[in-house]
């Protein structure tokens, strides 16, 4: 296959893949920003930065496996789509999304301390996102394929609904340190995300204008900021650190502290 600028990859494993180059550099970006974070945590003894790191480290540590599943052809299907043909659909690619983005929210709504129904609400709505724009991907109409980009959008736009406006008010509580952090991280999620239901109505899954090898590429570099890009603003600032502002543990020895 001619390599041109729609079709631009390198097929590494000689099985007629172009895009295998970009799905290989993207397990060992996830699979290098996994260990990064995992020796950067090794230390830490907060009890709060802890659970930042937990999460955070799982996020990238999610993303090899399904990375590595596409590379090799697993996490790859054909869906027959009428008046297109085959269509190469990477469905693993939503299967790190339904456990990934549910992190990546949480990581936010522990950054704006909001109650649990709030935490519920903005992680239901992110999973039907993300499950409706797999059906919408596995869609034998272009129709139907068009009809569920809509559905799964408007879940979007209700995810960016609450992290604009709720978290944002939620943090007024909170110190100057975490407003900031939790500012930056937001607008970095609305921005990267919102990239996410474009490329996908442009590409191999929507109109078909962008091609299989641009896509890859694309998702790819998405998913490295969405995810250690992220990460390294999160645990980098010391508004994972416990509140200074607590109350003092009132009993010797219940402190989680070194
Ligand atoms: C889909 C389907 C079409 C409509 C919409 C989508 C949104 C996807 C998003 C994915 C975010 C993924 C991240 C991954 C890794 O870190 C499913 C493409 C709205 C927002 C951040």
Redesign the pocket.
Known sequence: MEPTVLQAGFDVLGDGRPETIWLGIGTLLMLLGTFYFIVRGWGVTDREAREYYAITIL?PGI?TAAYLSMFFGTGLTEVEVVGRGALDIYYARYAD?LF??PL?LLDLCLLAKVDRVTIGTLIGVDAL??VT?LV?ALSQTQLARYSW?LV??IA?LFVLYYLLTILRNAAKERSDEVRATLNKLIVITAV??TA??IL?IVGTEGAGIVGLGVETLAFMVL?VS??VGFGFVLLRSRAILGDTDAPEPSTAGSSTAD
Do not use: N, Q, R
Request: charged share 10%; net charge neutral.
């Open positions: 996020v993303a999304w990934t983005t990546l996102m993300i724009g919408g980009w799964s959008t979007f990267l995300w996410y239901p996908w998913d969405a995810k």
